[in-house]
């Protein structure tokens, strides 16, 4: 197996994971027909990198990738009516941590494609990517009526934020090292994301009343 | 009068209703001042058509068509001062029917301008003739703190979803039907909105808990 | 000092103070953590200029400015830790006045960029430039679950409107006095805008209920 076809298969995974989290998230607090749960989850998986995409002033990702788009569409589906399957604790908090996983991977290779622009250096590919991993929740939040992340003292976007950082940081010391520096920015992002779902740890007391 | 006359008049018809019933429904639940009113008729009206152009990678249509842009505002002017003219129950329902034909005018012609560029076919014509009709609605909702029409059983999108998808498979696999195809898809999308307002009809239940 | 300079230091001003007011307003309504502060900020004070020229197709400012970036994070960690310095009432009420004239000379100077394009000529400078001046607010206000601008009779964005539309007027009929133009649009916007935070004036009656 290539390291693109790894990338490849682990895009998708967080792809499905980022519909089914979202449509199990939204019909927790409220009624929602399939045509909602399908374009919320569809917004929470491509919405990220539609804005990215759109910044960066290239084509739209998902217009000549269209897999996206039917694996977002059929996960949320199946999240609605497989509701059961998907909500019993074990499989949700499984699907969670694919969620972190996607995050993580869709942050950071968000973050190579900036850099590879060379698109607002140094800042751009740590805002783009951090965007790319939680712009879809984002627009999902607003339009369910749910309070977004951002106000949230949840450990999801800092830890995307501080591995965009440190893989740029590497791509701009020892470029060499790139592949190595991806995998490894990665699963720092998944790690910490892990913890803090598993001991539940959220943003320290210092940073969060300034 | 020429096809493309008809569509024009369609449009504008469109966008006018699009205006009035925005701050029509808005004003019901909130003050608002006259700047609000047109800021959020406005985007109501070429809010779904500019994300789809965003997203296209095409010049925004309203640059080159202002009328739009004097059309809604005025028509925003107009639902905010002349409330009681159109707020009265059958003038009302007048413009929720005005509404829906629209809503269904805006989404088949946009899912024919991603046909004809090629773009992200055959799942982006859906995708984005479903934004270009509820686009600007949902905008309007989220500035204006309402529940969006995602979180709401109505049948205002999925008729929208659905002549959309006929049509782009009418385009696919006759394409020497074109013109009919878009008239149909019109009309079948407004005859269904127009049924669900007559006779209150949501989306079905097995649709809605999923 | 050229007048570009003063541009440029007015435009700095303007964002430092847009991120510290925006840091501030939210902070005293919700608990809210370093990276939320600091995300919100800079939505606010690049946002609306980040849309301008997504609307206008051209390269986002800050991809090439990226001091505008630096300046605004460093304003909302400023904000968010400084927060007893800044949130004293007159040391706020300064923040509020320069935010007022960085909202004046960020639309005129947006709706100078959108005349110079010749884009959607001459309604689109007026939109254009009071969507840059605004629409960061916006955003934020959305993403931390404020009621928008929009729906409060705030005079904030009607002096914006009423200067850029003057602007127009005058780059159309005396375009050689662009740069007085510019000033005293800035400078009557500004004052309104002072007049009514000083003596509380919102939006007239005959305005707010239609």
């Given at each position: 197996?290539?390291?693109?076809?790894?990338?490849?298969?682990?895009?998708m995974?967080?792809?499905?994971?980022?519909?089914?989290?979202?449509?199990?998230?939204?019909?927790?607090?409220?009624?929602i027909?399939?045509?909602?749960?399908?374009?919320?989850?569809?917004?929470?998986?491509?919405?990220?990198?539609?804005?990215?995409?759109?910044?960066?002033?290239?084509?739209?990702?998902?217009?000549?990738?269209?897999?996206?788009?039917?694996?977002?569409?059929?996960?949320?589906?199946?999240?609605?009516?497989?509701?059961?399957?998907?909500?019993?604790?074990?499989?949700?908090?499984?699907?969670?941590?694919?969620?972190?996983?996607?995050?993580?991977?869709?942050?950071?290779?968000?973050?190579?494609?900036v850099?590879?622009?060379?698109?607002?250096?140094?800042?751009?590919?740590?805002?783009?990517?951090?965007?790319?991993?939680?712009?879809?929740?984002?627009?999902?939040?607003?339009?369910?009526?749910?309070?977004?992340?951002?106000?949230?003292?949840?450990?999801?976007?800092?830890?995307?934020?501080?591995?965009?950082?440190?893989?740029?940081?590497?791509?701009?010391?020892?470029?060499?090292?790139?592949?190595?520096?991806?995998?490894?920015?990665?699963?720092?992002?998944?790690?910490?994301?892990?913890?803090?779902?598993?001991?539940?740890?959220?943003?320290?007391?210092?940073?969060?009343?300034?």
């Amino acid at each position: 197996m290539t390291y693109e076809t790894l990338n490849y298969i682990i895009s998708m995974t967080g792809t499905v994971a980022f519909a089914i989290t979202a449509v199990l998230d939204i019909r927790e607090e409220n009624d929602i027909d399939v045509f909602g749960a399908i374009v919320l989850g569809l917004i929470t998986a491509v919405g990220g990198g539609t804005m990215r995409d759109i910044i960066l002033g290239v084509p739209v990702f998902w217009s000549t990738q269209l897999d996206y788009i039917w694996l977002a569409t059929f996960s949320s589906f199946l999240a609605l009516y497989g509701r059961k399957l998907f909500a019993a604790p074990k499989m949700y908090r499984f699907m969670l941590y694919l969620d972190g996983l996607g995050a993580a991977t869709f942050g950071i290779l968000a973050a190579g494609k900036v850099w590879d622009l060379g698109f607002g250096l140094p800042a751009a590919p740590v805002i783009l990517g951090v965007l790319t991993a939680i712009g879809g929740g984002l627009i999902r939040d607003v339009l369910a009526g749910r309070t977004t992340l951002l106000m949230r003292p949840e450990l999801y976007a800092v830890p995307v934020m501080l591995g965009c950082t440190s893989f740029v940081i590497i791509l701009e010391y020892f470029p060499e090292h790139r592949v190595m520096a991806e995998v490894l920015s990665i699963l720092g992002i998944f790690s910490i994301r892990v913890a803090s779902l598993y001991w539940k740890i959220t943003m320290p007391m210092f940073a969060r009343t300034g």
